[in-house]
């Protein structure tokens, strides 16, 4: 049971290029998130799935989007990267309601 | 507009004492709050919640009290151990937890042995 998985764990992109995040869990959870974290601020939604087909934008979903064809992995793609998108993002899952319980370990993410 | 807030960025606690660490809403249609505790290169973990029907919740050490009139909630920890030192966010939800968090910036306690 490895819980929540991100991959890769840090990664420079250049201005214009894109890229996917990947996050998978193996506790068979419903619920699935996506939220970036700015240095000295609170977590932020992008994005997030209630199960397998169906997606829902959060705070924050603008350059950004997301796909859910299976319960075990949610990608979060990034199209043409500026360097506002320069942040920690951490996938999470639940089996019910809003209320992430499980976090993946984030993925640190420079746009130079 | 930040309707979650936690005022201190840090607090600094001996180890064996209370540790305190508080958060205010402004949002008076939050009704489910949480609390994460995280360390550094890793992500949240999910440490205990309440809601507003509840104005206290206890887990081990760790006790959560809400003032839903001053729209205040507060975290304690006794006692405090060196394990405890890492970030800790609070955060609010409508609907008892079916709507989406609202997160605090967080406060990083650091508990001095």
């Known amino acids: 049971n490895a819980g929540v998985t991100q991959t890769p764990k840090f990664r420079i992109l250049k201005i214009g290029q894109s890229m996917t995040l990947q996050c998978t869990q193996d506790?068979?959870?419903?619920?699935m998130y996506w939220y970036r974290q700015d240095p000295g601020m609170g977590l932020k939604l992008i994005y997030y799935?209630?199960?397998?087909?169906?997606?829902d934008k959060g705070e924050v979903p603008n350059g950004y989007n997301v796909s859910r064809s299976t319960t075990e992995d949610f990608p979060l793609r990034l199209e043409l990267a500026a360097p506002s998108q320069t942040s920690v993002y951490f996938c999470?899952?639940?089996?019910?309601?809003?209320?992430?319980?499980?976090f993946g370990p984030g993925t640190r993410l420079t746009v130079t | 507009d930040q309707q979650v807030k936690q005022n201190s960025p840090s607090l600094s606690v001996q180890e064996g004492r209370i540790s305190i660490l508080n958060c205010d809403y402004t949002?008076?249609?939050?009704?489910?709050f949480l609390w994460y505790k995280k360390y550094p290169a890793e992500g949240p973990t999910f440490l205990i919640s309440?809601?507003?029907?509840?104005d206290k919740n206890e887990d081990g050490r760790f006790t959560v009290f809400l003032n839903k009139s001053a729209k205040h909630l507060s975290l304690h920890i006794v006692p405090s151990q060196p394990g405890d030192s890492a970030v800790y966010f609070c955060?609010?939800?409508?609907?008892?937890?079916?709507?989406?968090?609202?997160f605090g910036t967080g406060t990083r306690l650091t508990i001095i042995p």
């Open positions: 506790m068979n959870h419903n619920y």
């Open positions: 999470a899952s639940s089996y019910t309601t809003q209320q992430p319980r499980i």
């Open positions: 955060a609010a939800s409508r609907n008892f937890g079916n709507e989406k968090l609202t």
């Open positions: 309440i809601s507003s029907i509840k």
């Open positions: 799935s209630v199960g397998a087909g169906i997606t």
């Open positions: 949002n008076s249609m939050f009704d489910y």
